[in-house]
């Protein structure tokens, strides 16, 4: 069965730099999530998006920006990167019917490392 | 305090035991309930789903909610090496974002 599909897996940037991240959920799915996960943390919600328009934020900092695009799929825009950024980054994606949400299927994970 | 607890661990048991993760939460508004296993640097994988209160099993693990007493829990039956991981309960309101535990990394020793 198809997954939801994040690149790239690897990134490395320095400090003051640019990154972003991609995100295609799985195919029908109409809801998408990104996470931050540290070094021995639970996943940390960031902010979802359905149906292109943002449904809820939580710990994203300023320096971070996302969008859901017209096929679905996301993107995570990190600027002025710094030392703490270094996560894992992971994006979930669910099907919305109305009257619930289907449970979060999660994506393998972008691993970015700050230098 | 966190709106949901969950044992970090970690917990070693013997191949063939019985595992048992709990998690206790505080958010009354809380319906969905998973549970996710994580393997190093792999993203969490879906294990159970449960919504409302209840039990449900799927093959060696079962999933008891009991949204009276704010706990849920992951019963591992027969436990493998294979089992060894990370695993995450999770909580949702139902169409919002997911609320993890901190996760309780589990070892089964051959």
């Known amino acids: 069965a198809a997954g939801v599909i994040q690149s790239p897996r690897h990134l490395i940037k320095e400090k003051r730099e640019t990154a972003t991240l991609k995100c295609y959920p799985i195919p029908r799915h109409d809801t998408v999530y990104w996470y931050q996960q540290g070094p021995g943390q639970d996943p940390q919600f960031l902010i979802s998006?359905?149906?292109?328009?943002?449904?809820d934020k939580g710990s994203i900092p300023d320096r971070f920006s996302a969008q859901q695009f017209s096929d679905y799929h996301s993107e995570l825009n990190m600027s002025s990167l710094e030392l703490g950024d270094s996560a894992l980054y992971f994006c979930a994606s669910s099907f919305w019917s109305g009257e619930s949400t289907d449970t979060q299927y999660f994506g393998p994970g972008t691993r970015l490392t700050v230098l | 305090q966190k709106e949901v607890e969950q044992d970090p661990g970690p917990l070693s048991v013997p191949e063939g035991a019985i595992v048992s993760l709990n998690c206790t939460y505080s958010n009354s508004a809380f319906q969905y309930f998973m549970w996710y296993r994580q393997y190093s640097r792999k993203g969490p994988e879906l294990l159970m789903y449960t919504y409302s209160s209840g039990n449900k099993e799927d093959g060696r693990f079962t999933a008891q909610v009991d949204k009276s007493s704010k706990y849920i829990s992951l019963f591992i039956r027969d436990s493998q090496p294979s089992d060894s991981a990370t695993y995450l309960c999770?909580?949702?309101?139902?169409?919002?974002?997911?609320?993890f535990g901190t996760g309780t990394k589990l070892q089964v020793i051959p």
């Open positions: 999770a909580m949702s309101e139902g169409y919002q974002k997911v609320t």
């Open positions: 998006f359905y149906e292109k328009m943002q449904s």
